[in-house]
């Protein structure tokens, strides 16, 4: 019998896995890793008050969760100075990019991003019949101006910009976001994507103007937090834009677990404050081995660097060793930034794998 008919866009989507998971690799390798240092989790674990909210709340698992999200989303509301309806949760940066397409893009719109930008928002688009224009990173980071003209010159209805970006660690302070925001053509939403927001020095954010409907920021807890595999992100934006989201987001897609240990999370400052001086220590270790290898690394604002290999090859080589050799790490995958091999900031033990790993892909592979 006969598959019925398939929608015109998901026929026309290719075959493809956007993140082969270190699971899958494992299983194929058939032995587990020894460091995870690929994924940019944050390997320094959950806030013990999180874990004690989330054993608390598995046992109130029969129950659903506040489709509401009431108290997570207060709490976030008064930890970024602003109210309640200006706060929406989902499972993840990754489902909220997808209910902010949906909800701005017409199939056969037109929407702009980096070229080898973070893979999700591409992902929506297409499966939902956009088209993306991109445009090319400069010196390793995202090009503002290029964007702001791009999304111009094609009428995008949607910009999306990580800043910090993902993969090449590059960041710009308010002002430059500013000027950005400023030259956005009429009718068109910027998604501000701050997962690695955590990880910036705080005078350099742009402030909370939540009365601009034409920005929707993203964040998460899947970075600083730890909580990646509990899936919880959040926008904050426009409240008008927050009740139009209510008509199409998963209303239980943030479980209760997840609430509970990402509230939690939120109150315990001192466990953020630990992770952050961690990861800016495994930072500059990083750096360091960078410069005693002879293999530039990429200034960095997140809890991840870039080695630059100077060729897709290397890079490949390099990477494959990596992982024969027990290291998670992951590489992207179009030009000019497939030279480079993204290594997440891994724990003193992670670290030393790492480093003694990458001495013995470079003294194996070719240079
Ligand atoms: C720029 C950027 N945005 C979003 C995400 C995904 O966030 P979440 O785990 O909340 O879906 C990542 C994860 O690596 C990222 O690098």
Redesign the pocket.
């Known amino acids: 019998m006969a598959i019925p008919p398939y929608t015109d866009i998901i026929k026309n989507l290719p075959a493809m896995v956007p993140f082969v998971g270190p699971e899958t690799i494992e299983r194929n390798q058939g032995k587990a890793f020894l460091a995870r240092i690929g994924a ?1 989790e944050s390997v320094f674990g959950i806030s013990p008050l999180a874990r004690t909210a989330m054993a608390d709340a598995a046992c109130e698992s029969w129950m659903y969760c506040d489709p509401e999200g009431y108290d997570l989303r207060l709490a976030l509301a008064k930890a970024n100075g602003v109210e309640i309806e200006n706060v929406m949760l989902g499972a ?3 489902d909220i990019l997808g209910v902010i397409v949906r909800t701005f893009m017409n199939p056969g719109d037109t929407v702009v991003a980096s070229y080898g930008s ?1 893979p ?1 928002f591409a992902y929506h688009v297409h499966g939902f019949g956009g088209v993306l224009k991109t445009v090319p990173y400069r010196n390793d980071a995202n090009d503002l101006q290029a964007l702001a003209d791009a999304a111009s010159e094609h009428g995008a209805k949607i910009l999306f910009l ?1 800043n910090p970006d ?1 993969p090449t660690g590059s960041y710009y302070p308010r002002e430059d976001i500013e000027d950005l925001i400023a030259r956005l053509p009429d009718g068109c939403l910027f998604i501000f ?1 701050e ?1 690695y927001l955590d990880f910036v020095p705080e005078g350099s954010v742009v402030p909370m103007v939540c009365d601009d409907p034409r920005i929707v920021r993203v964040r ?1 807890f ?1 970075k600083a937090h730890g909580m ?1 595999g509990a899936r919880v ?1 959040y926008a904050i934006t426009h409240p008008e834009i927050v009740q139009t989201f209510n008509r199409i987001r998963l209303h239980f897609g943030v479980n209760r677990m997840a609430q509970e240990g990402a509230l939690a999370s939120l109150g315990d400052k001192k466990f953020i404050e630990d992770v952050i001086r961690k990861v800016n220590e495994g930072r500059l270790e990083y750096e360091s081995l960078g410069r005693e290898l002879g293999i530039p690394t990429l200034p960095s604002r997140t809890n991840f660097v870039s080695f630059d290999l100077s060729t897709k090859e290397r890079a490949v080589g390099v990477m494959t060793s990596l992982i024969e050799q027990g290291v998670f790490v992951r590489m992207p995958g179009v030009p000019p930034l497939d030279r480079l091999v993204r290594i997440t900031i891994g724990t003193e033990r992670d670290r030393a794998l790492f480093a003694e790993a990458l001495r013995g892909a470079l003294s194996s592979g070719p240079d």
């Open positions: 940019n993840g940066i990754d973070y999700t990580a993902n994507d997962a998460t899947s990646a992100g």
